[in-house]
């Protein structure tokens, strides 16, 4: 058996669902997911089995997981190019488990399956390091069209806090801190610099800003970007004597990748 290994990795007797099954050979042709090995961290029993029914005519080899120790054990073996998970799940809920996942850092791709009205909004999910959400009930095709996006970005680190040399950004606690110093933030100050973080070294035009930052690209003028850049540099930059946020002439602004 290929996956043998396994049995010695895990601490407890792991349910037969998920235990060791060879990966499988499926879907032929051009697009093959041939191999392609997706855990599914799922409570509700039928609603699990169909969605191992719905990804296996997709072409997925699918093990399943009931609950969130179960599925937590189960994605540290490592063997899965990516996890659906639930996040109202017994035992650890699907929001620990990927921000457990995270913090030992493993990458696996992880898409979140959840009612919309769960008890955790799915923005905390992609906050703490999730890849993407859907909300039930969702479609098959969509399911597996967007698992197969997320294999296409493969299990890059993707840290939850984002990070510029000494200068970090942390979206789920809000937390600024340059070195060990904390910076105080306004919430559009910090949503300028959570749009740059994500985009270290690339230069982001100021009307890309304002539509994303301020949601309004018609009503307000270019000059409003230019006084939050000054802001912000005020708060990140010039106490530590340090330049991250640049000005590209004519282009808008870039991010030091290396915090300036
Ligand atoms: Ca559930």
Redesign the pocket.
Known sequence: MRRAACVHAVSSPAPREWRCRPRLAVRRGPGSLRGVRVLVV???RRLAAAVRRGLSAEGFAVDLAHNGEDGLHAAREGGYDAVVL????PKISGYKVCQQLRAEQNWVPILIL??KDGEYDLADGLDLGADDYLTKPFSYVVLAARLRALLRRGAAPRPAQLQAGDLTLDPATRQVRRGGADIDLTAREFAVLEYLMRRPGQVVAKTELLEHVWDAYDSLDLNVVEVYAGYLRRKIDVPFGRNALQTVRGAGYRLAADGG
Not at 86 to 89: A, E, H, K, R, V
């Open positions: 799922e409570d509700e639930d996040l109202m799940l959840s009612a």
